[in-house]
């Protein structure tokens, strides 16, 4: 008698619990492995696939999912939200009911997700940013109800790279992604524009970079250590009619709308992503 198996899954192929798939280990799984060695984590059952076939430092790299061995405890997806359709299909049959499928992709919701992998056992949503390198990272979290040891197994892989951010509604986990996921380059082009600054006032460029790079990094460890507001460290800067008062002036007349323009720039592209991912043209509201 024929069987037909409606998930698309194949539990002959066999799983390994502690086996993870990283299908797509570009920028971003490539930070979050960086992260892990440093972390010491065990890698040894962790498959990077990729189509290029570019070794990831630490991890067994394939160039397809059928190379990449028995379904998986624990798959990340880490491609670009455009390829969800090309690699679905494959992942699906490839993964089985007891796979947790972390999602990394921009803007494509837990709905559309769980549409194109009905094979998995619970999808979770992350939303990490860059820094998870360094351990430095922040991490939003939104899934599908987890029991406690898959909970804990999610745990595992993104407390070691930062700030984990569980969130409590899908809108939540796109409003901590739209300020900490692309936040990095916002903030890179920030030090760059105070070290350009520097430069105009005649520091050389490696010292201006230097000195903006560790005026920014200084900034966020003295708010993180003294947990002061943000106007508490400015207070503490400026005197009444001072130079500080003078920049601030200026800058204040602008930078809280360019920053709402920017972040509301990334979240149109977010919804358009996401309508791409769905399958159809027209984009919804922004996360
Ligand atoms: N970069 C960020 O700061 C950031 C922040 C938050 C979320 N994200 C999300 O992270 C995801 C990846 O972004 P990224 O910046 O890391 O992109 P990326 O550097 O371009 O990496 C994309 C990866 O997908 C792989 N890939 C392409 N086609 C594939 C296929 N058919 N099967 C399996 N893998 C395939 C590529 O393989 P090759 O290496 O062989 O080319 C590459 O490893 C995106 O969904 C993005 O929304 C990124």
Redesign the pocket.
Known sequence: MEVVNLTGSSPERGHDPDALWL????????AMVQGWRTAGLDLSRTA???????PVEGVRTVR??GEAGVAPGVAL?????Q?LG??APELSAAIDERTIVLS?????ELATLRARLPSAAAIVRI????PVSIRRGVVAVFGEELEAASRNRVAALLVPLGFVAWCDREAELGAV?SVA??G??YVARFIAALAAAGEGKGLNPQLALTVARETVLGTGWLAAATGEPMDEIVRGVKSPNGTTEAGLAVLDAELPDLVERTIAAAGRRAAE?AAEARGIDSPVTPL
Do not use: Q, Y
């Not at 299908?23 to 490539?30: I, K, R, T, Y």
């Open positions: 299908v797509g280990c570009g920028s971003m799984a490539g990077a696939i990729r189509p290029s076939g570019t397809s999912i997806l880490g491609f670009k939200p390829k090309d690699i990394m992709l921009a803007g494509v939303m990490p940013n860059l992604g996921g692309a990095p380059a992503l």
